[in-house]
Structure formats: C-alpha cells, structure tokens
Nanobody, 126 residues
C-alpha cells in the first residue's frame, strides 16, 4: 500500500520561507512523477510544481515560478518543496501527489495522479 506523508507546514510571515517534505512508503515510482498541489478555502485544488521522482525536469505554476523550488531524493523516496518569499495568497493546504506514468501526461491536472498525501497547512500572515 502506498502512503505519501507530508510535513513542514506552519505559520510564517510574508517574505518568509518554509520547506515541505513528502515521504513515500510502500513502493517506488521509478520514472514517474511527484507533484505539489494546493487548495485554499472555497477554491479548487491547483497545481504548484512537479518533478520526476529521480530528479531532473521541473515544472512550476506561474504564480510560484522563481520563488518555489521542487527537488527529489530518490534514495529517501522523498520530494521537497522549498518555498521562499511567501505571500499571503500562498496560504492553503498543500498536498503531495504521485503518479507512475513516465510520460508525465497531465502533470498540472490533479485527477491524473494516482496517490495523494493527507495535506499540510501553510499559513502566511501579512
């Protein structure tokens, strides 16, 4: 059984930084992808960033490009999201997701991911 466990969320002032972690257990994803999504109250879940579990290519939403960095450690089966220059509009529950599709089709679309974590709250105060 696959589990994705996020950690690292919390409360931070605008301009601050946080690092989220997503640890996978139960299987490896080979050349598949890991993604981070977020969902604010009353809004749809939106794509934040994605990368291969083995590292390499990265993808970002326009709203976080240049501020957030996604990395992966295949040996630890862990994906990280370093968030810098945080803004109040970054406040949301952040979810880690995984997919085994090696082509990365629909990386920005939540329904294409097979596995999800429970989410971790990130709150940015102004």
């Amino acid at each position: 059984q696959v589990q994705l466990i996020e950690s690292g969320g919390g409360l931070v002032q605008a301009g601050g930084s946080l690092r989220l972690s997503c640890a996978a257990s139960g299987r490896t994803f080979g050349s598949g992808f890991a993604g981070w999504f977020r969902q604010a109250p009353g809004k749809e879940r939106e794509f934040v960033a994605a990368t291969r579990w083995g590292g390499g290519v990265t993808y970002y939403s326009d709203s976080v490009q240049g501020r957030f960095t996604i990395t992966s450690d295949s040996a630890k089966k862990t994906v990280y999201l370093q968030m810098n220059s945080l803004k109040p509009e970054d406040t949301a529950v952040y979810y880690c997701a995984a997919k085994s599709d090696p082509l990365g089709i629909g990386l920005r679309t939540p329904r294409t991911y097979n596995y999800w974590g429970q989410g971790t709250q990130v709150t940015v105060s102004s």
